[in-house]
């Protein structure tokens, strides 16, 4: 059974820091790349970061440098280390199993369809 259960968001100032967790079941998070995603009211869902089961990471342009994703193979658990943030990360973070597709450029996906509750994060004075 797939699950995935986000936590740690809440309100911060802008330039505050938050850091994110996911517990995955054994089912989804063994062997996978791990990602974090993002949807901020009326739009689509986004690519934030992705760490795969050899501890590469990689991140979307708006978030490098400001960002962290980290995972602990033995809990099952990924993180996100979210620093200097900014109004415009306000949304609702997901996380799920990665997949990438190369066409130019590589891109990140979800694997699965199914998703956890996710954890809201609200940027604002």
């Known amino acids: 059974q797939v699950q995935l259960v986000e936590s740690g968001g809440g309100l911060v100032q802008p330039g505050g820091s938050l850091r994110l967790s996911c517990a995955a079941s054994?089912?989804?998070?063994?062997?996978?790349?791990m990602g974090w995603f993002r949807q901020a009211p009326g739009k689509q869902r986004e690519f934030v970061a992705v760490?795969?089961?050899?501890?590469?990471?990689n991140y979307a342009d708006s978030v490098k440098g400001r960002f962290t994703i980290s995972r602990d193979n033995a809990k099952n658990t990924v993180y996100l280390q979210m620093n200097s943030l900014k109004p415009e990360d306000t949304a609702v973070y997901y996380c799920?199993?990665?997949?990438?597709?190369?066409?130019?450029?590589?891109?990140?996906?979800?694997?699965?369809?199914?998703w956890g509750q996710g954890t809201q994060v609200t940027v604002s004075s």
């Open positions: 054994e089912s989804i998070f063994s062997s996978n790349a």
């Open positions: 799920n199993a990665a997949v990438s597709l190369f066409m130019g450029v590589r891109s990140w996906y979800a694997k699965g369809g199914d």
């Open positions: 760490v795969t089961s050899g501890g590469s990471t």
